[in-house]
Structures are given as C-alpha cells and as structure tokens.
C-alpha cells in the first residue's frame, strides 16, 4: 500500500519549474551575448578592424 504525506514534494512538478526555469535563463544568457556581439561588431566596423569584424559575425551566426 502506498503512503502519501501531505506536504511532500513533487519531484515531477519540482523537475519541470528546474527546466523551465534553465531554458529561461539560457535564453537570456543568449539574448545578452548576441546583444553583446552586436555591439562589438559595431565597434569593429568603426576600428576598421576586418579580421575582428569576421570573426565575431561568424560567432553571433553560430549561436543565432
């Protein structure tokens, strides 16, 4: 026979609110370094700076 206790937690709904709770904050975390990259490809333009300019395109294509 099963026993429940009251006020016990619930591993499946504790489980869900701990991956819904990472992929929220690995969407911001993402949303922040392409905003970041956008900024410093700016920049490069700016500096003139050809190789830096490419580099970082292709790292903002990789996680877009």
Not at 30 to 58: C, G, H, P, V, W
Request: hydrophobic share 30%; glycine share 0%; net charge negative.
């Amino acid at each position: 026979m099963k026993k429940y206790l009251l006020n016990s937690p619930h591993q499946p709904e504790e489980n869900l609110d701990s991956q819904i709770a990472e992929k929220i904050l690995n969407n911001a975390l993402q949303a922040y370094r392409r905003e970041k990259l956008k900024m410093e490809i700016d920049q490069t333009l700016s500096d003139r700076n050809k190789e830096e300019f490419l580099r970082l395109t292709e790292e903002l294509k990789s996680i877009s």
